[in-house]
Structure formats: C-alpha cells, structure tokens
C-alpha cells in the first residue's frame, strides 16, 4: 500500500518535472512540485502573509477536504491559497459570477484540476488574461461564448485540434506550448479559463462511443440551475447544446454503464469515478456524476420537438475545420494502440 502510494508520488513528480519546460508561461510562479510531505493545516501562519478570511478559510476547507491523496503529498498550502484568492477575485468581478449558488462556485469554480492532467498554477494567468474578455458580459453562458470566441487566438496564440494527444498534451501550459492538443486537452483548457473568471464549467465525456468506438470529452457549463453543453473551439457562435455528437453518437450512449455512458467530472467525491479512456480498462479515482439520463433525454426531446434544428445544426458542423480534422474517430482523444478493446 506505502509502495504503491510512494510510486504514484513518484510518478506524479516525473509528471510535473517533464512539464516543466512547458510551464514556462508560469515561471514567474512558484513551484507547486513539492513533494516534502507537507499538509495544508489551515494556520494563517503558513499562508501567503495575509490571514485568510473567512470565505477563504471555507474554500480551503474544501479543496483540502475533497482533494485526491496523491495531490495532498505534492500541492502547496500557498499554491491553494493563491487559486481560492484569485477565485474569490473573479467571484467578485461581476454580478453573475457573485450570483453562482456557493456549493456550485466550491466544486465548479474553485478547483485547480479536472481529470488526471499535471496539477500547475494555470490561474494566474488566465485571470489575468481572460478576465478583460468577459468584463461586459451578462451571463455566465454569455461569458463563455466571449471567450470561446477570443482565446485560442489571444495574443498570438494559435491553438488548434489535433487527434490522439491524449494524455501527453493534457494541462493549459502543454496545450499554449505545443499549440495543439486533441478533446480532453482543449476541454480541460476551456474549463479552467471559464473558471479562471468564475463561471461554473466541468469537464463531461464518455469512454467508448457504441458502435464506432472512441472515446470523446467536451465542456458544459452552468446557467441559472442547469447544465448547458458545447465543444471547445471550432463553431464559438454554435448554440448550446448543439455539437456533432448530438443528438448521435450520444443517444446510444448506455444508462449507467462505465465503458458507454456519459459522466461529468466532479471535484468532491460522489460515489462514483469518471472514465479515463487514455488508461487501461478506463480506471480513475476522479470522482464524477452519471449524465447519462441528461443525454439520452435531451437528444430524444430535441428530435422529437425539432429535428431541422439539429440537421442544421449538423450540417453546419460538417463544414469545419475541427469535425473534418477529427475523421472517422470524430474526437478521438487516445491514439489507436493505446485503447483497451472490448
Ligand atoms: C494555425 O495553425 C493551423 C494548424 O497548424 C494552421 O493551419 C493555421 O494556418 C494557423 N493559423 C495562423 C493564423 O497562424
Ligand atoms: C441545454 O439543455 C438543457 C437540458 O435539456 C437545458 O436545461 C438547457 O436550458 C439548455 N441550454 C440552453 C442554453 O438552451
């Protein structure tokens, strides 16, 4: 059990270390890559000099309270005290981010990761970058629509699609600096730049679509008590709920099947996990919900209620860049080899 909890710090550190190049964009920011077994006693004492207040003390309880062991070992108390700070900042910045229900804001807004991808300070940032964007906006789903349309272009970025980079190119500083990255690295990127400016957005996808196989991983964000859907980049003027894999693929997904329905991440435990298609037999300790119900009933309401929609909608998918760069394997996150087969 110690071994197995020690090879996991070891290979978590490997992780960070061999992103290090990549988080160049951060290098003005300390490392968060300290394994000394230090644990977040919530003591204004060990804080970034200021006591937090009692907000804070209530973000921290959370983050410390629900966050995988693997990242107790390796994340600084100052590193969390700087994502709650600057997670409170942007709660602050507008009346919609303010008005987001505060158990919503602690397990959508707050936290520092999604998946399994290297933990780093990704805020910062993109606090500092995105939170100009959505300064005039009137909604959270309105925000995140400003920033579908400005940031994969910002300030001379170009990131783009590219199939099969999963779980290489997974956090937003491997994304910035190989310019690409496949579903689950553009999702995770999109997600916390939504949080980065307190939008409530998680990470929601399936393992293995039925039929076609292939697994896929895309965004939804909430909007005044429900979760609306959308793939990153491509179509920013797409309307919600309305991507190419809906209403098919998703309405074969399977109600309560690992392999074949469709999870939301979660940061606080739930019960159950999400499926990490890029490892073997899917296994993953990120905690998630089934949405499953969600899918299934939205792609047989939107049929029935209006089926041009949805033809246009697809129609105007196939045009893109993104549906066509994707292929047969549309989505496709984990390279071919790389899948465990049924
Ligand atoms: C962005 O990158 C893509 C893919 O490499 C390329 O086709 C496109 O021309 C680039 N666009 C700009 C504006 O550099
Ligand atoms: C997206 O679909 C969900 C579930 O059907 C619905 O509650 C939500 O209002 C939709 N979002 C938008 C923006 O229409």
New binding site residues.
């Given amino acids: 059990m110690r071994a197995k909890v020690l090879l996991q710090v070891a290979c978590l550190v490997s992780v960070l270390v061999s992103s290090l190049a990549a988080r160049r964009f951060l290098e003005d920011k300390e490392p968060i890559n300290n394994h000394d077994r230090e644990h977040f006693v919530i003591s204004p004492d060990v804080g970034v000099g200021e006591e937090p207040s009692h907000a804070e003390q209530e973000c921290l309880r959370f983050l410390i309270g629900n966050m995988p062991a693997t990242d107790h070992m390796a994340l600084r108390y100052t590193f969390l005290h700087k994502q709650v700070h600057l997670a409170l900042k942007a709660r602050a910045d507008n009346s919609w981010a303010s008005a987001v229900p505060w158990d919503i804001f602690l397990n959508n807004v707050l936290p520092y990761a999604n998946l399994d991808e290297p933990r780093e300070d990704w805020r910062t940032s993109f606090y500092e970058k995105f939170a100009p964007l959505v300064s005039g906006t009137i909604s959270t789903l309105d925000a995140a629509v400003a920033l579908n349309y400005q940031i994969w ?1 910002l300030g001379g970025w ?1 990131i ?1 699609f590219k199939a099969g980079q999963t779980p290489d190119i997974m956090s937003p500083s491997q994304v910035i600096s190989h ?2 990255a496949s579903c689950t690295g553009l999702a995770i990127f999109f997600v916390d730049a939504c949080r980065a400016v307190g939008i409530p957005a998680r990470v929601a996808g399936i393992a293995e679509w039925v039929g076609t196989g292939g697994n896929h991983n895309w965004v939804e964000v909430w909007h005044d008590g429900v979760w609306s859907f959308t793939d990153p980049i491509g179509f920013p003027n797409r309307p919600w709920n309305r991507t190419w894999f809906f209403p098919d693929p998703v309405s074969g997904a399977k109600l309560h099947s690992y392999r074949h329905g469709v999870y939301a991440a979660s940061f606080k435990p739930t019960g159950r996990v999400f499926p990490l298609a890029w490892h073997d037999e899917y296994e993953s300790a990120v905690p998630a919900y089934e949405v499953t119900k969600y899918y299934l009933d939205a792609a047989a309401a939107a049929a029935a209620a209006d089926p041009t929609t949805v033809a246009a909608a697809a129609a105007m998918e196939t045009l893109g860049a993104v549906a066509a760069a994707m292929g047969r394997g549309e989505g496709w996150d984990v390279a071919e080899h790389g899948r465990v087969q049924e």
């Fill in positions: 272009s170009n783009t310019g690409y």
